[in-house]
């Protein structure tokens, strides 16, 4: 269980937070799957901006599997919800370009979101948003939760309207905040975990989207470092013995982002990436943090959240299939990878996120400690592989997955990649027993899908063209990491 409801005397009194990021907030899925893997169970959790829509499950008393389910099977075009036609035609009456209707009538359905079954549970959870009314981020208890409460935690400023409840008006938290610590403080918290999402790196991009983000961006990362302040004051209040909200020794605070940028949400709704890639990078980059925790937690600066200037990249998915025997039991199995190349300051970097399904399980498993070299070959062509770390049934698996590559233009064309030859043993035995063994296939639509879907982009924020991936590919193919 990754929330507990009873808090004894003995027990850290435990916050997760979870942070905006539109619907790229699968992300948190991924990390909440590692923390419920390493055993950390949570006094209180808090949901802002596209957060609230994990709370709302966990608050639904659904588990963090359950979460992974959702968003894989979700269709990201029901977060897009247009007013009537002809009101476009007078956009200084619009109250935003959309509206919340496709969410409330087919997005919360689909998480299995019920307001009556919040409120009846009443976990400690709670859903921050900006009243507008009062001008002031307030946290919503599940008890007192309203479905408007929800939409309009998610609604920003020209994209979708402020919604009211109870007369007063509410709209999303992101530009007071977008990650509510001092709730969890106030809740008495002594370690605060945050799954944080919202970009902080250096360079300033053009266009009006990339700039809308920027504004975002430095509103909930400036109010970060303000919540910091306040920690560190509440802390030496701590060391002299003053504890206002009850703590028993200082307050840390543990941070998890991405390693680098998350693509913005228009590449999700495009299929350039998906919430399953999201999932398997989340999971991984907390499977790192979790490996080397910081003793008595995060420093807590402005450099927290900052990731490179990340030049040049190119991101694509590989998807392969089949049957293969699972202790004896021949099922379906399937591995999805996604493979990043990215241009760090003139040295090529290659990140690499997994998860296989086992059929006879009906279980997916996100890959951590994942590594990709690639294996000269006199044949002509490369071998590349993949070697991945993976907890299944309470175990450590090592997944070893290869495939052959020849050039951009058979990938252009959808003749590289077809098959993934796998092989799955328990990790760390002198002499392990093979569990899976065998080829899976990726079929022709999805090589084909590969390259036109694939998530290019330059240093400049500008999207990359068909040379642009041929240059990228070749990169990454002939080893220049």
């Given at each position: 269980m ?42 209180h ?7 609230i ?34 009101d ?21 359905p689909h ?35 309203h ?33 509510h ?24 991009f ?24 306040q ?32 693509p ?80 760090l ?23 951590f400690q ?42 252009m ?69």
């Open positions: 990754l929330i507990q409801e009873i808090h004894t005397d003995t027990d850290v009194n435990r916050s997760l937070i979870l942070a905006g990021g539109g619907v790229r907030v699968a992300y948190q899925v991924g990390v909440m799957k590692a923390l419920e893997e390493e055993g950390l169970e949570f006094n959790v808090d949901g802002t901006s596209g957060g829509f994990n709370a709302a499950m966990l608050a639904c008393g659904q588990q963090v599997d359950d979460l992974r389910t959702n968003w894989i099977h979700l269709n990201l075009a029901h977060f897009v919800s247009p007013v009537r036609f002809r476009y035609f007078t956009p200084w009456k619009l109250k935003g370009m959309g509206d919340t209707d496709a969410i409330r009538t087919k997005v919360l998480f299995k979101v019920r307001i009556n079954s919040i409120r009846e549970k009443g976990l400690p959870i709670t859903f921050s948003l900006c009243n507008f009314s009062k001008k002031v981020v307030q946290a919503i208890p599940s008890k007192d939760l479905e408007n409460h929800l939409l309009a935690g998610i609604s920003l400023p020209i994209v979708m309207p402020a919604l009211q409840v109870a007369g007063e008006w509410f709209i999303d938290a992101v530009w007071i905040k977008d990650a610590l001092m709730e969890a403080v106030r809740r008495g918290a002594e370690e605060i975990w945050v799954v944080w999402g919202i970009g902080n790196h250096p360079a300033y053009s266009g009006a989207l990339n700039q809308y983000v920027h504004s975002i961006e430095m509103s909930a990362n400036g109010a970060l470092w303000e919540e910091f302040e920690i560190k004051w509440i802390n030496k209040g701590i060391q002299r013995g003053e504890s206002e909200f009850g703590q028993q020794r200082p307050i840390e605070v543990h941070l998890i982002h991405p390693s680098l940028p998350l913005l949400d228009p590449d999700l709704f495009f299929n350039k990436i998906t919430s399953r890639d999201l999932i398997n990078m989340g999971y991984q980059d907390a499977k790192k943090y979790l490996s080397d925790i910081p003793e008595a937690g995060a420093q807590l600066n402005e450099g927290l959240t900052s990731t490179p200037a990340i030049g040049n990249y190119l991101g694509f998915r590989l998807q392969f299939s089949g049957e293969l025997a699972w202790k004896e039991k021949v099922d379906r199995v399937s591995m999805d990878v996604f493979l990043r190349y990215a241009d300051g003139g040295e090529g970097r290659m990140d690499v996120f997994t998860s296989l399904f086992i059929g006879d399980l009906d279980q997916e498993y996100s890959g994942t590594r990709f070299r690639r294996i000269p070959s006199e044949s002509g062509f490369s071998i590349y592989e993949i070697e991945t770390s993976m907890m299944i049934e309470n175990r450590v698996y090592l997944v070893v997955g290869r495939f052959n590559g020849n050039s951009p233009w058979h990938w064309l959808g003749m590289d990649f077809k098959e993934l030859e796998l092989v799955l043993y328990p990790k760390g035995g002198a002499d392990p027993e093979i569990a899976m063994e065998g080829t899976l296939f990726q079929s022709f639509s999805s090589r084909i899908k590969g390259f036109w879907r694939a998530l290019a982009k330059k240093s400049d924020g500008a999207s990359g063209g068909m040379g642009f991936k041929v240059k990228m590919i070749k990169k990454m193919l002939y080893n220049e990491v």
